[in-house]
C-alpha cells in the first residue's frame, strides 16, 4: 500500500521515505508541502523510479497507479507511463511526464526533483 | 494481406489501425467515419466539456504520431454495406473501398426516446454535436429533466447542477444502476444525487413528452408532470450494425466475435462498442461499452486478423491481449466522486464493503461469489481499487487460460 507523506526539502531533494518502507511492487506518493507538483517514487523490481505524480492526462495520481515492469499504468483511464522516460505508451496521455533521479542514503529514499522537461 | 479497411473513426477504429502498424503491418488502412471530426474521446463530453471546462481540442485522440501511419482517412463518409466476402464496402458517397481485411469499429448510439423525434430541446449524448448542443441548453436554463439514472443521465445531473440549471431524473427501474452494480450498490451510487438535493423518480417511465415544436415538459406513466425546457435522454446505446445488415455476420446484440475478435466471415474482426464478443467467464456474448475495452480489443483482434483464419482459436493469440485489458472496467464521475468498476458482476453475488462506508461516499466493495470475489467497486479509492483490479486481472487470467 502507499504512504503519502509531507516531505521535507533539502534544497531540491526530498526525501521520500525509508528504504524499508518501499518494498518491490510499492510506491509512494510525496505530497510536497509547498504545494507544488506531488512526485510518485515506484520501487519496480529493486529499482527506485520517480516520475511526477499527476497524471498528464486528467487530474489522477499516479502513486495509485498499476506498476507492471518499468511501467505505471493510470489508475484511471490506463494510460501507461515508462518510469525510466516519463513517456507515454498510448492515449489517452499525450505528454510525458518529469522524471527524477533517485538515490538512497543513508537508508533513506531521496528523489532529486529535475527542472521541467520541455512538453511537446 | 496488403490493404485492410477500418470502419468507424473513434477510439475502437483508431487504436486498430495503430496496432495494424504496431504488429509490423505495412499494408493500405483506409479508415472510414461518418463523422465529421477526427476521432475525439467521448467520455469527457457528460463530464468536463458540458461545463466548458475542457476544449474540443483537448478531446482529440490522434496526436503527431499518427500522421507516420500512413492511414487514407474517409471522413464524414458512412459505410452502407459489406459483402458477403467482406472484401468490399460501399460507401455513402457512392464510392467502394475493396480491401483483404476488415475491422469493424462503428460503435453505438444512443437509443431515442419513442415520439420524440423532432422536438427541439430534447437531447442525447453521444457525439460532440450532441455535447454542444445540450450545453447550450444548460446554458439558456432549466428546468432539465433526464431520463435514465444510467451513469451518463447521472453525471449530466451532476453538470447541470454544476451550471447552476435545476434538474430532475427520471428513472423507469425501481432501483437506478441495478444492472450494472445491483440493488444495493445502485442505491448507494444514486444516494448521490440525493446528496445533492437533485431528485430521481423511480419506478415509473416515461409516458410522452409534452410540448408542439419545443418540449415542455415530461409525463409519467403514474401522471406526474414534470415541467422541462429542456430534456436529455440517456436510456442507453444501440450498436451501428445496420449497415452490415446482409453481409451474413451474427448481428445478435451487436457483431458477434469469438474471444479474440474474429467474426463468422474470415478477414472480418470487430471491436469495440458495437461487438459483442464471447466471453468465456460468462459463458456468453457481451457487449461491453467500456472506454478501456474499446482501447484494448483492438490488439487481440488485430492479431487475430494478421495471423489469418485458418489459426484456430486460442492459437492466433499469443500473447493473446494483455492481462489487464481483458477484465472490464469502468468508471464515472459524478460530483467530484470517483466511481469505478471492474469485474463481472452477476445477480446473487453478494456485495462485502472491504473499507470505508457507502454511507460517506468513500469505500470499496468488493463482490463474491462462492467465496470468490468476481468485482470490486470502488467510490474515491483509486489506490484500493487498483489493488483489486489486480487480484482480479489475475484470476481471470487464470480462468482465461
Ligand atoms: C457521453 C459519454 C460518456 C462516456 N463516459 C464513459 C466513462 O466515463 N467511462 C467509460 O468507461 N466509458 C464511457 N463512455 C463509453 C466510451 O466512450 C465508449 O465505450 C467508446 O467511445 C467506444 O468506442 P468505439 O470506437 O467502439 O465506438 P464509438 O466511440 O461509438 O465510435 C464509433 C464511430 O463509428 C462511426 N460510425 C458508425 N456507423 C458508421 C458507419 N456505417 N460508417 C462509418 N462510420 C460509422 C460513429 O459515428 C463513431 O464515430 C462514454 C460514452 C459517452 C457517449
Ligand atoms: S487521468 Fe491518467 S489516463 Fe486519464
Redo the contacts with the bound molecule.
Sequence with gaps: MEHSETLTREGTVLVACRIEDLPPGESVRIDAADGTQAVAVFNADGELYAIDDTCTHQDASLADGWLEGCTVECPLHAACFDLRTGMPNGPPAKRPVRTHRVTVEDGFVRVHVAVPVQAF | MRSVAV???????LTAARALRAQGYDGGITL????RQA?Y???P???DFLLSRTSAEDLALTTEDDQSLGIDWRLA????ALDTAGRRITL?DGGEVRADGVVI??????RTLPGAGGMSGVHT???LDD?LALRESLCAGGPLVIVGAG??GS?VASAALAAGVGVTVVEALPVPLAGPLGAEMGAACAGLHADHGIPVLCGSPVRELLGGARVEGVRLEDGTVLPAAAVLVGMG?VP?TE?LAGSGLDLRGGVRTDSRGATGLPHVVA?????ASYRPDAARHVRT??????LRQPETAVRTLLAGPDTAPGTASAGGGSVRGLLP?????QYGVRIQFAGARRDGDSVRIDSGDPEDRCFLAVYERDGRPTAVLGMDQPKQFTWWRRQLAAQWAAVAT
Excluded: Q
Excluded at chain 2, 470502419?7 to 477504429?13: I, K, P, T
Design positions: 470502419v468507424g473513426a473513434s477510439l475502437a477504429g472510414i467515419g461518418d463523422e476521432p474521446d467521448r467520455p463530453l457528460s463530464k463518409t458512412a459505410a452502407t455513402s469499429a462503428t460503435g453505438a448510439r444512443a449524448l453521444r457525439t455535447a451513469f451518463i453525471e446505446s451501428n449497415w471491436v469495440g462498442d458495437c461487438a461499452e467500456h472506454w478501456t475495452d474499446a472496467y469502468f468508471w464515472s464521475e
